[in-house]
């Protein structure tokens, strides 16, 4: 036969209650997959988190994110950074002739993205970016699972440069 638990007049109720739901609560948000503490983390190109592989030309433009950018010359250029999280956005200004650079996560096929204002007439590749940094659309990834995770960018096949501007 079990002895019957009989709680002493030392015991509090209110801290047994707070106890249960404090471990109760614990308990679901381990359980739901939930993430606490989340932040964004903006990356300028001048990170020494960014490994750097190939030509990369510092560039000052005033709409780039902190007045600087970096230029991918030649196709060997890349650029890799590895991060904790769940979600990563390339940003960049838009530039008054072609330019694109191909990011890829996690060692999968890269995306293009064409980071040309096609709003403004095309100039020389000398010209300064038309459009504030902002972020790109068509970089964005999101709902990664919540870890390690590496990002690459690189000169798309055909093209003689890239930018690096920076990310979230």
């Known amino acids: 036969m079990k002895p019957k638990f009989t709680p002493s007049s030392s015991s509090s109720p209110t801290f047994s209650w707070a106890l249960r739901l404090w471990i109760c609560l614990t308990v679901v948000l381990i359980h739901s997959g939930i993430v606490l503490g989340q932040r964004n983390t903006s990356v300028t190109q ?3 988190s960014i490994v750097y592989r190939g030509e990369w030309r510092s ?4 709409r780039s994110i902190g007045g600087v950018h970096r230029l991918a ?3 060997g ?3 890799e950074y590895t991060f904790t999280g769940t979600a990563f956005y390339f940003s960049s200004a838009k530039w008054p002739y072609p330019i694109r650079s191909n990011v890829s996560m996690d060692g999968r096929p890269g995306i293009i993205l064409d980071l040309q204002d096609h709003d403004s007439p095309e100039q020389s590749r000398n010209a300064s970016a038309t459009a504030g940094a902002r972020i790109n659309e ?17 000169v798309p096949i055909g093209d003689q440069a ?4 920076g990310f979230m």
Do not use: E, P, Y
Not at 162 to 165: E, Q, T, W
């Open 138 to 154: 068509r970089g964005v990834w999101s709902n990664l699972a919540n870890g390690r995770h590496t990002v690459r960018i690189t």
């Open 59 to 62: 560039v000052n433009d005033t």
């Open 73 to 75: 010359v030649g196709a």
């Open 46 to 48: 001048d990170s020494t």
């Open 162 to 165: 890239a930018v690096l501007d």
């Open 77 to 79: 250029a890349s650029a």
